[in-house]
């Protein structure tokens, strides 16, 4: 009688989402994925969600004053259930997520390989003792691991802290990110910055703001979720 290895790890994966059997190395099965919140239309320049823009359309804020980093790649819209598992992750410590979610965003973008370090937007001492960990530095770990990119986490600081961005206005945002990270001098020419979500865009462009004084010359983005404002 001749025996057959079995894959045990295979009968028992199971789709995150719907919990049927998933080969999927996201997670999530194919169906599933039809039904994420894919950002589709949206700013070419910062990521803002759009209602039927052309290719290559830059929202207004965009043409008022551009940011200074390049532009933004963002995946999908805070919605369900990518803000659960955001929400997860940042408040009760799934962490394991964070494979998923990665997973998902090297599916669809091929980072360009000029990209010279991937940094993750860090906390402030105090917020991250409190947390115990900072969600874009392990996303930042497990793109740059999958990618053989550097990941930098010592090249910027945050050196206040701050109110939560979530509780404020949209000007209050920006006010509350005005010189909070600091940078060393650097060589890098060309580095994309990571985090989990985007609303305002005040964090990201304070931070890219600072890496520019400090010797970087391009800075693109890479975010899981866009938020519409």
Request: some cysteine.
């Amino acid at each position: 009688m001749k025996l057959t290895k079995v894959n045990y790890r295979s009968l028992f994966d199971l789709c995150i989402l719907c919990l049927k059997p998933c080969n999927s190395r996201s997670g999530i099965c194919g169906s599933c994925k039809k039904d994420l919140p894919w950002l589709n239309a949206q700013c070419s320049i910062c990521a803002l969600p759009l209602t039927n823009a052309p290719e290559n359309a830059i929202c207004g804020q965009c043409l008022k004053k551009k940011p200074s980093f390049t532009q933004v790649n963002a995946l999908f819209l805070y919605q369900f259930p990518i803000d659960h598992f955001i929400g997860k992750i940042k408040y009760t410590n799934k962490t394991q997520y964070i494979g998923h979610l990665a997973q998902l965003l090297l599916e669809h973008y091929s980072l360009p390989t000029t990209v010279e370090a991937l940094i993750p937007i860090p906390m402030h001492k105090v917020s991250l003792y409190k947390r115990g960990f900072n969600q874009a530095e392990l996303l930042a770990a497990e793109l740059g691991k999958k990618l053989k990119i550097k990941v930098d986490t010592q090249l910027l600081k945050k050196k206040k802290s701050t109110r939560r961005q979530m509780e404020l206005k949209r000007s209050e945002r920006l006010k509350n990110q005005r010189n909070v990270f600091q940078a060393k001098d650097n060589h890098y020419k060309y580095v994309m910055l990571i985090d989990d979500v985007m609303t305002t865009g005040a964090t990201l462009e304070a931070a890219a703001q600072t890496l520019i004084k400090a010797g970087t010359e391009r800075i693109d983005v890479l975010v899981i979720a866009r938020t519409p404002k």
